[in-house]
């Protein structure tokens, strides 16, 4: 597997404009001959197929939902980053580019990170354009507040529901290339397999989940924006239907994954209650603004919150990061929570959560402006667990939340299959080991919009003289087999145990020994285990129905089947790096006061691994990253 | 608890359906609607039988897919509320619980309690966005909007498009809906070029899929999870007025 980056010459600051300035563009009259075809509808999928058929290029547009408006983009709250620079707090794009370098622990690439800090401004400018209403001053002008891991205000936010506002304004840009025609929108269609010919991405294979339907699609061009596999943990703030397979099924193919194993654990969800739970809801991260993290300072104290004097509690975050306090990076808070949690200081009835609380930010600001804050948020709150937040403290806890870690891509965000594009949270690119508040929506934007068609004529241009990609091809007939035999197969196990059964124990051995927390131990444990589970599964699954209908069992066990195989190389990428950075903590790898402790000369690399075969182990590469413009230090908040 | 439900099921969109009756021992309180009912169909699997489908994703109350008729009320008894927010504990032990899809001609049925709402899209299609091109924008900060206007925008932008203004309306209208996009963007200096095309557009969209006209019930209103105002119909009508009366 051959590794270029792509990187194009020149400063930090040129390579862009460079890159920009000297690809190979296909002519306006050219583009109505090529065919892409892309995959996913939230806010990267929705904006770059609506970006991409305003240039002019013919898109077919893919998303298992019955709307692309219901793609879990729709789910973000906080808001959007961009280096406006508008409170005159010293903002810019290359402090926007070190904030995000450091809070991914120097693990991403420098050159991309810039860009993505460079193209933040715009995405404010057509987010605008196209009717998103973000909050604004009195006097008119937009609004900012502050998110994790940053000293400035550079987030943007429509209410809680900025992800909504967004994806709803990318969604009417896709909708708008449906009416003429430019996009073809299929809904309620999975991607179940890539198809290469030659070697290059030519289409895909769905089903209608409608009709149990297997269908073909060829093009010159195949754009997954399929979002993260946070899901893979069962309990997470991800929708149901969120998976993993689009991308797994690639990797199959031959598409590098880097990074398996970073996944983000969000410090601000609400806490397990019971076995039939199916998620864990997230409460935005813009909380932390007002809100402060507290335990009790007396272990097991069984008092209600309001019984605790001021001198009881334990503000740990304000103790152990000053500088920070309650706005310590994702990463930080989290396992700064389960080190509480897990030492006994837990509250609430599973003593599994810590509070937070909004007593003196009401006390402050008065209860109209935090409930113009968030008055969305803590509506929400009283809805799941039946508590008012204005007179009692939230009671929250860490949940799967953001895959850092995806399909491998280089500077153009093309893969290692040729023609095979991911963009958004499906590919490793921006975040590093951890991801910022308020960069997801940004990346995913910044992908979509500026930089994929912007960036996949140069690959297209070769393909003007392939003519039209037939469907007939015998790739596509292999494909389409393999498809039904893999559904045929899932139908015929019949045994005693449902998908979800397999789903909520894969998710429960990763939450355990690849969660927060990873030792060498606990890895090579749960990679036993998983292969187990998976043999397990491969017997006694029991799906009900037939494929020729709409059948939710059968979908779910398709996806499952990847999970299985999927947290096997997240365990073996996290066994793998013998340091801790960002998400990824390795116990064995930590300073004498608990924190991450990066080893610089052994693992400045991303892994990048490549599909070693059935019950084989994955090969692991290596992307050598290297810092020119900022020198990797010991991340400190304190 | 233990409760009873009636299920609506329909195994195809031609088929004829039928309330089916279930029970459950031991439900949690604590439980969402939709994890009462994934409970269900775990036991059904379990009993060889065909689990029931229902539409649900994000499970938060944003992305707008789950939508069932509970007990004869869209989205069940909770003002401002999805069906995946609803729990268990607004229920009590032994209560009989009806549960059917959202009825209405242009939401045609395709299993259980799952509905086509790809109408919805097709009025957005007909001129429900701002007609501006990637890299076209101007500087964000160009045009001031008062704050007031953003927040009214706000407002009526925060629909979720989850249907439960048609499936409440006596008449499946889909005013609400279409008229709270309508408002949003006649609402915001960005919208108001296109904006006498966009109402008629999308009105005449919104009959050629077979919803039916508005009167003024305010059923929409009450039901709407995001309490979005029957005051963005008004608009509707209003810009509507505008389009076709004041410029003739």
Same mark, same amino acid.
């Given at each position: 597997?051959?590794?270029?980056?792509?990187?194009?010459?020149?400063?930090?600051?040129?390579?862009?404009?460079?890159?920009?300035?000297?690809?190979?563009?296909?002519?306006?009259?050219?583009?109505?001959?090529?065919?892409?075809?892309?995959?996913?509808?939230?806010?990267?999928?929705?904006?770059?197929?609506?970006?991409?058929?305003?240039?002019?290029?013919?898109?077919?547009?893919?998303?298992?939902?019955?709307?692309?408006?219901?793609?879990?983009?729709?789910?973000?709250?906080?808001?959007?980053?961009?280096?406006?620079?508008?409170?005159?707090?010293?903002?810019?794009?290359?402090?926007?580019?070190?904030?995000?370098?450091?809070?991914?622990?120097?693990?991403?690439?420098?050159?991309?990170?810039?860009?993505?800090?460079?193209?933040?401004?715009?995405?404010?400018?057509?987010?605008?354009?196209?009717?998103?209403?973000?909050?604004?001053?009195?006097?008119?002008?937009?609004?900012?507040?502050?998110?994790?891991?940053?000293?400035?205000?550079?987030?943007?936010?429509?209410?809680?529901?900025?992800?909504?506002?967004?994806?709803?304004?990318?969604?009417?840009?896709?909708?708008?290339?449906?009416?003429?025609?430019?996009?073809?929108?299929?809904?309620?269609?999975?991607?179940?397999?890539?198809?290469?010919?030659?070697?290059?991405?030519?289409?895909?294979?769905?089903?209608?989940?409608?009709?149990?339907?297997?269908?073909?699609?060829?093009?010159?061009?195949?754009?997954?924006?399929?979002?993260?596999?946070?899901?893979?943990?069962?309990?997470?703030?991800?929708?149901?239907?969120?998976?993993?397979?689009?991308?797994?099924?690639?990797?199959?193919?031959?598409?590098?994954?880097?990074?398996?194993?970073?996944?983000?654990?969000?410090?601000?969800?609400?806490?397990?209650?019971?076995?039939?739970? $199916?998620?864990?809801?997230?409460? $935005?991260?813009?909380?932390?603004?007002?809100?402060?993290?507290?335990?009790?300072?007396?272990?097991?104290?069984?008092?209600?919150?309001?019984?605790?004097?001021?001198?009881?509690?334990?503000?740990?975050?304000?103790?152990?990061?000053?500088?920070?306090?309650?706005?310590?990076?994702?990463?930080?808070?989290?396992?700064?929570?389960?080190?509480?949690?897990?030492?006994?200081?837990?509250?609430?009835?599973?003593?599994?959560?810590?509070?937070?609380?909004?007593?003196?930010?009401?006390?402050?600001?008065?209860?109209?402006?935090?409930?113009?804050?968030?008055?969305?948020?803590?509506?929400?709150?009283?809805?799941?667990?039946?508590?008012?937040?204005?007179?009692?403290?939230?009671?929250?806890?860490?949940?799967?939340?953001?895959?850092?870690?995806?399909?491998?891509?280089?500077?153009?965000?093309?893969?290692?299959?040729?023609?095979?594009?991911?963009?958004?949270?499906?590919?490793?690119?921006?975040?590093?080991?951890?991801?910022?508040?308020?960069?997801?929506?940004?990346?995913?934007?910044?992908?979509?919009?500026?930089?994929?068609?912007?960036?996949?004529?140069?690959?297209?241009?070769?393909?003007?003289?392939?003519?039209?990609?037939?469907?007939?091809?015998?790739?596509?007939?292999?494909?389409?087999?393999?498809?039904?035999?893999?559904?045929?197969?899932?139908?015929?196990?019949?045994?005693?145990?449902?998908?979800?059964?397999?789903?909520?124990?894969?998710?429960?051995?990763?939450?355990?020994?690849?969660?927060?927390?990873?030792?060498?131990?606990?890895?090579?444990?749960?990679?036993?285990?998983?292969?187990?589970?998976?043999?397990?599964?491969?017997?006694?699954?029991?799906?009900?129905?037939?494929?020729?209908?709409?059948? $939710?069992?059968?979908?779910?066990?398709?996806?499952?089947?990847?999970?299985?195989?999927?947290?096997?190389?997240?365990?073996?990428?996290?066994?793998?790096?013998?340091?801790?950075?960002?998400?990824?903590?390795?116990?064995?790898?930590?300073?004498?006061?608990?924190?991450?402790?990066?080893?610089?000369?052994?693992?400045?690399?991303?892994?990048?691994?490549?599909?070693?075969?059935?019950?084989?182990?994955?090969?692991?590469?290596?992307?050598?990253?290297?810092?020119?413009?900022?020198?990797?230090?010991?991340?400190?908040?304190? | 608890?233990?409760?009873?439900?009636?299920?609506?099921?329909?195994?195809?969109?031609?088929?004829?359906?039928?309330?089916?009756?279930?029970?459950?021992?031991?439900?949690?309180?604590?439980?969402?609607?939709?994890?009462?009912?994934?409970?269900?169909?775990?036991?059904?699997?379990?009993?060889?039988?065909?689990?029931?489908?229902?539409?649900?994703?994000?499970?938060?109350?944003?992305?707008?897919?789950?939508?069932?008729?509970?007990?004869?009320?869209?989205?069940?008894?909770?003002?401002?509320?999805?069906?995946?927010?609803?729990?268990?504990?607004?229920?009590?032990?032994?209560?009989?619980?009806?549960?059917?899809?959202?009825?209405?001609?242009?939401?045609?049925?395709?299993?259980?309690?799952?509905?086509?709402?790809?109408?919805?899209?097709?009025?957005?299609?007909?001129?429900?966005?701002?007609?501006?091109?990637?890299?076209?924008?101007?500087?964000?900060?160009?045009?001031?909007?008062?704050?007031?206007?953003?927040?009214?925008?706000?407002?009526?932008?925060?629909?979720?498009?989850?249907?439960?203004?048609?499936?409440?309306?006596?008449?499946?209208?889909?005013?609400?809906?279409?008229?709270?996009?309508?408002?949003?963007?006649?609402?915001?200096?960005?919208?108001?070029?296109?904006?006498?095309?966009?109402?008629?557009?999308?009105?005449?969209?919104?009959?050629?899929?077979?919803?039916?006209?508005?009167?003024?019930?305010?059923?929409?209103?009450?039901?709407?999870?995001?309490?979005?105002?029957?005051?963005?119909?008004?608009?509707?009508?209003?810009?509507?007025?505008?389009?076709?009366?004041?410029?003739?």
């Amino acid at each position: 597997m051959k590794l270029d980056a792509k990187i194009p010459d020149g400063s930090l600051e040129q390579k862009w404009g460079r890159y920009k300035g000297t690809t190979h563009l296909v002519s306006p009259n050219n583009k109505k001959k090529l065919d892409i075809i892309v995959v996913g509808t939230g806010l990267a999928g929705s904006s770059t197929a609506a970006s991409l058929a305003e240039m002019g290029y013919r898109v077919k547009s893919f998303c298992f939902q019955d709307s692309p408006r219901r793609a879990h983009s729709v789910a973000a709250q906080g808001g959007v980053n961009a280096s406006k620079n508008y409170q005159n707090d010293a903002d810019s794009a290359f402090r926007m580019f070190y904030d995000t370098i450091k809070g991914g622990d120097f693990r991403a690439r420098e050159a991309n990170v810039y860009r993505l800090a460079e193209c933040s401004a715009s995405l404010i400018d057509q987010a605008v354009a196209q009717g998103v209403p973000f909050a604004r001053e009195y006097g008119g002008y937009l609004a900012n507040r502050s998110f994790g891991g940053v000293q400035v205000r550079r987030t943007f936010y429509a209410r809680g529901q900025t992800g909504q506002q967004l994806l709803l304004g990318a969604y009417s840009a896709l909708n708008r290339q449906v009416a003429t025609g430019q996009v073809q929108l299929y809904t309620r269609h999975e991607m179940l397999d890539l198809v290469l010919i030659d070697g290059k991405a030519r289409g895909i294979i769905v089903r209608n989940l409608n009709t149990g339907e297997i269908e073909r699609h060829a093009a010159h061009a195949v754009v997954l924006a399929t979002g993260g596999y946070g899901k893979i943990y069962y309990l997470s703030t991800l929708a149901m239907g969120c998976n993993g397979s689009a991308i797994w099924r690639a990797h199959k193919k031959g598409a590098g994954f880097a990074a398996a194993s970073w996944t983000q654990i969000h410090p601000t969800c609400l806490p397990q209650s019971g076995d039939y739970q $199916s998620k864990l809801t997230l409460m $935005s991260e813009s909380l932390r603004n007002d809100g402060r993290i507290w335990v009790p300072k007396k272990a097991n104290d069984s008092r209600p919150p309001g019984e605790i004097p001021e001198e009881e509690r334990d503000y740990y975050l304000e103790r152990r990061y000053p500088a920070f306090g309650n706005l310590a990076p994702r990463d930080i808070a989290s396992r700064a929570a389960k080190e509480r949690i897990d030492a006994g200081y837990g509250v609430g009835p599973q003593r599994n959560a810590v509070y937070l609380d909004f007593a003196h930010a009401i006390e402050d600001y008065g209860i109209d402006t935090i409930r113009e804050r968030y008055g969305n948020l803590f509506r929400m709150y009283e809805k799941i667990t039946g508590y008012n937040a204005y007179e009692r403290p939230m009671m929250i806890s860490p949940a799967a939340h953001f895959s850092m870690g995806g399909l491998w891509v280089d500077y153009e965000l093309m893969t290692t299959i040729p023609g095979l594009y991911a963009i958004g949270e499906c590919n490793f690119s921006d975040h590093g080991a951890n991801r910022l508040g308020a960069n997801s929506l940004l990346q995913a934007c910044v992908d979509g919009y500026f930089v994929l068609p912007n960036t996949i004529s140069n690959y297209l241009v070769d393909e003007l003289r392939s003519g039209k990609i037939s469907t007939e091809h015998p790739a596509f007939e292999k494909a389409e087999r393999e498809v039904r035999d893999q559904l045929e197969h899932l139908l015929a196990i019949n045994g005693d145990r449902t998908a979800t059964d397999y789903h909520k124990e894969l998710g429960s051995l990763l939450y355990d020994k690849c969660g927060v927390l990873r030792t060498r131990e606990g890895l090579t444990q749960a990679i036993e285990d998983i292969r187990a589970l998976r043999a397990d599964f491969r017997q006694n699954l029991k799906v009900p129905g037939d494929p020729d209908r709409v059948n $939710s069992e059968l979908e779910k066990a398709g996806r499952v089947a990847d999970y299985l195989e999927l947290a096997e190389l997240m365990c073996h990428d996290a066994l793998q790096r013998e340091e801790s950075c960002g998400a990824h903590f390795r116990e064995e790898y930590q300073t004498p006061d608990g924190e991450a402790r990066r080893r610089d000369d052994e693992f400045q690399y991303v892994s990048v691994w490549e599909y070693g075969g059935a019950e084989q182990s994955p090969i692991l590469h290596k992307e050598e990253l290297s810092f020119e413009t900022v020198q990797p230090t010991e991340r400190s908040y304190k | 608890m233990r409760i009873q439900l009636k299920i609506w099921r329909q195994e195809s969109p031609e088929a004829k359906g039928r309330m089916v009756d279930y029970e459950l021992e031991d439900v949690n309180p604590e439980m969402s609607f939709l994890e009462m009912l994934d409970v269900l169909n775990e036991q059904l699997i379990q009993k060889g039988k065909i689990p029931v489908e229902f539409d649900h994703d994000c499970r938060e109350g944003i992305c707008g897919q789950c939508g069932l008729f509970i007990n004869g009320r869209v989205h069940g008894p909770l003002a401002a509320t999805t069906t995946c927010q609803l729990h268990m504990r607004h229920f009590r032990d032994g209560d009989t619980i009806y549960v059917e899809p959202f009825r209405a001609a242009a939401f045609p049925v395709i299993q259980d309690l799952r509905v086509d709402r790809s109408a919805f899209d097709r009025i957005i299609q007909a001129g429900g966005y701002i007609s501006t091109r990637t890299g076209d924008a101007p500087e964000a900060n160009t045009i001031p909007i008062p704050h007031d206007v953003a927040e009214d925008a706000f407002d009526a932008a925060a629909c979720i498009g989850c249907g439960a203004c048609v499936a409440t309306c006596k008449n499946a209208s889909a005013a609400l809906f279409t008229g709270a996009k309508i408002s949003h963007l006649a609402m915001l200096p960005q919208g108001k070029p296109e904006a006498d095309g966009r109402v008629k557009n999308m009105v005449e969209q919104m009959q050629t899929e077979g919803f039916g006209h508005c009167t003024n019930t305010g059923a929409c209103e009450v039901e709407c999870p995001q309490e979005i105002s029957i005051y963005h119909i008004a608009r509707m009508n209003f810009e509507y007025n505008k389009a076709f009366v004041l410029k003739s």
